[in-house]
């Protein structure tokens, strides 16, 4: 089945660092990329959507300076958090999909800020 | 905007039973509609899609259904089992190809 790699699963950082998570799909060309924000005990919210070789549209509340999301190709994409505080720490989760396909998710990354 | 929302939160029933989690949305204009399995700490596992022209999909002892137009979707299981435990999530893909996610079902399954 599709397959699709998040990278690193877990990040432990100092305030003020930037931290790049990547998402890939392994075995199909992803047309779309999600990337989601999982908060303790609650359900995915979705901060952006990304289509190959186009700006990701954020969704509202979600700041694009701060959460700096690429996807050059059809099979990687990057979110950089830029300049983490406490407050981002989270559980983040990517997912991809082919036109009209299922998502198939990452398993996520657990970022920790100090 | 399309809300999606899982009955009821959390279940927990001994092992051997047969049980069902809900999922509801408001907009009937869906795409498709797909569950997920979430472990803690990890990402989702998809279990089943459905497609909107279609009613249900089966897998091993899971049987989704859908009905488009009264916005309802459910996950039948049949004969739980321990391993079974985890939280599952519904989510419905809109023609805009935008998804939302329900709130989640965790389910305990005792032995």
């Known amino acids: 089945g599709a397959v699709v790699s998040q990278h690193p699963s877990r990040v432990i950082c100092k305030s003020g660092t930037s931290v790049k998570i990547e998402c890939r799909s392994l075995?199909?060309?992803?047309?779309?990329m999600f990337w989601y924000r999982q908060f303790p005990k609650k359900s995915l919210m979705l901060m952006a959507t990304s289509n190959e070789g186009s700006k990701a549209t954020y969704e509202q509340g979600v700041e694009k300076d701060k959460f700096l999301i690429n996807h050059a190709s059809l099979t990687l994409s990057t979110l950089t958090v830029t300049s983490a505080h406490p407050e981002d720490s989270s559980f983040y989760i990517c997912?991809?999909?082919?036109?009209?396909?299922?998502?198939?998710f990452g398993d996520g990354t657990r970022l920790s800020i100090l | 905007k399309q809300e999606v929302t899982q009955i009821p939160a959390a279940l927990s029933v001994p092992e051997g039973e047969n049980l069902v989690l809900n999922c509801s949305f408001t907009?009937?204009?869906?795409?498709?509609l797909q569950w997920f399995r979430q472990d803690p700490g990890k990402g989702l596992t998809s279990l089943l899609l459905?497609?909107?022209?279609?009613r249900e999909q089966t897998s091993g002892r899971l049987n989704a259904s859908l009905d488009k137009s009264s916005g309802r979707s459910t996950l039948y299981i049949a004969a739980s089992q321990p391993g079974d435990s985890a939280t599952y999530l519904c989510?419905?893909?809109?023609?805009?190809?935008?998804?939302?996610f329900g709130t989640g079902t965790s389910l305990t399954v005792i032995p």
């Open positions: 989510a419905v893909r809109n023609t805009g190809n935008q998804f939302y």
């Open positions: 459905i497609q909107s022209s279609q």
């Open positions: 997912s991809a999909t082919g036109p009209g396909g299922p998502q198939h």
């Open positions: 907009d009937s204009a869906i795409y498709n």
């Open positions: 075995d199909f060309q992803a047309t779309t």
